[in-house]
């Protein structure tokens, strides 16, 4: 596996203004993925991200509203614009990789980053 | 109808229970079928990863994936106070490269 981090951890937004929440790795992977996950709601994937290319999102979500970097394999940004309390959730990345000694590869995910907007 | 269906819970259990857990879905092409485990203020941690139907077994956890009737299981034996945790079913249809559905998650206490 990898060690997965994010910033900030967590975080109080006032409503109109924006946040970038980063997702680090400690080793390269091609696929990254962004998912929310609401107050007692299951995760919803956002979009995936892979380095070299724009990413995909998932119906419902637009990039005016959750712009993605990917400047490498090791990191990305997912950057909630325009916060509204709606938005208030977790955010979560995962990455892509082989499952433990197995020939299937699975998604493994970072802490999130707790975003409460008033 | 949610593509995938999970009981919220909670569940509580006296320590050294049989916990099962379950999820049921709708999706005929789901192929992969995983449970993550999820302790408060924490992302998800992976727990086991099955491919179609079957039994997969890893230490105290069995899981089970019954295709024909879409339906899946976790089970946990002597379950330990450290199992406390919310179990979230997770399902594709083409391993983890592609999106997961998710079940919304079964809180579980275990008690001593």
């Known amino acids: 596996s990898a060690v997965i981090s994010q910033k900030p951890s967590r975080d109080i937004c006032q409503r109109g203004t924006s946040l970038t929440i980063q997702c680090q790795v400690d080793?390269?992977?091609?696929?990254m993925f962004w998912y929310r996950q609401q107050p007692g709601q299951s995760l919803t994937l956002i979009a995936t991200a892979n380095q070299g290319s724009e990413a995909t999102y998932e119906s419902g979500f637009v990039i005016d509203k959750f712009p993605i970097s990917r400047p490498n394999l090791t990191f990305s940004t997912l950057t909630v614009s325009n916060m509204s309390p709606e938005d208030s959730s977790i955010y979560l990345c995962?990455?892509?990789?082989?499952?433990?000694?197995?020939?299937?590869?699975?998604?493994?995910f970072g802490p999130g980053t707790r975003l409460l907007v008033l | 109808q949610k593509e995938v269906e999970q009981d919220p819970g909670p569940l509580s259990v006296p320590e050294g229970a049989i916990v099962s857990l379950n999820c049921t879905y709708s999706n005929s092409a789901f192929q992969y079928f995983m449970w993550y485990r999820q302790y408060s203020r924490k992302g998800p941690e992976l727990l086991m990863y099955?491919?179609?139907?079957g039994n997969k077994e890893d230490g105290r956890f069995t899981a089970q994936v019954d295709k024909s009737s879409k339906y899946i299981s976790l089970f946990i034996r002597d379950s330990q106070p450290s199992d406390s945790a919310t179990y979230l079913c997770a399902m594709s249809a083409s391993g983890g490269y592609n999106k997961l559905i998710f079940g919304a998650g079964t809180r579980l206490a275990v008690h001593p």
């Open positions: 080793s390269q992977v091609t696929m």
């Open positions: 099955t491919y179609s139907s």
């Open positions: 995962s990455v892509l990789l082989t499952s433990g000694g197995t020939l299937y590869w699975a998604q493994y």
